[in-house]
Each structure stands twice: as C-alpha cells, then as structure tokens.
C-alpha cells in the first residue's frame, strides 16, 4: 500500500493574511452596537448605551439578517462568534 506523505508549508506571517477570509465589513456603528452586545449584559447599562450610539430596530434587525446577532423567538438578543470577530477591535472601555 502507500504510505501517508506528510508535507508542511512555511509561510511568513505577512504573507498569511491576504490568503485568509476576509471577516464582514461593518460601519462605526455597527461595531460599537456589537461591542456593546459583546461586553455589556443586556438590561439598562446595554440599552442606554445603545440609545446613545444611535441603534434603531432598523440596525439590530440588520445585524440579525447578516449573522452578526441572533434573536431567539422570545426577542432575547446575542451577539454571535461572527459578530464578535467583526468588532473585536473595540475595545470593551470605550463604550462606556
């Protein structure tokens, strides 16, 4: 029979990523909305942040459509592995 072959790959990390996926594109707004979903439980802290962004139903429901968020058929809301990558440069301070 054959025998497994085994072959590596060196790549430098500046080559790396331009080969990998890129993550979702989202505006300003957008990423603090999911920041603030990300590092604030939800209740008042969580919707006087949001109130002071500037999200709309109109904003959540299109994070919702795009994967960022999840709603459940109760209306509780959370943010997603996909929504934590696309803000993951905010950092959890500035929201307040």
């Known amino acids: 029979g054959w025998g497994a072959e085994i072959a590596s790959i ?3 990390p500046s080559r790396m990523a331009p080969l990998l996926p890129a993550g979702p594109v ?11 979903y990300r590092s604030l439980k939800s209740g008042p802290y969580r919707q006087e942040t949001l109130a002071r962004i500037g999200a ?3 904003d959540l ?3 919702v459509s795009r ?10 809301t959370q ?7 696309a803000c993951a440069h905010i950092r959890s301070g500035s929201l307040l």
């Open 67 to 76: 994967g960022l968020l999840q709603r459940a058929s109760n209306g509780a």
């Open 61 to 63: 429901d299109a994070l």
């Open 10 to 12: 060196v790549v430098h």
């Open 56 to 58: 709309t139903a109109q």
């Open 79 to 85: 943010i997603t592995t996909a929504g934590k990558n």
């Open 26 to 36: 989202v505006t300003d707004k957008e990423a603090s909305i999911l920041a603030s």
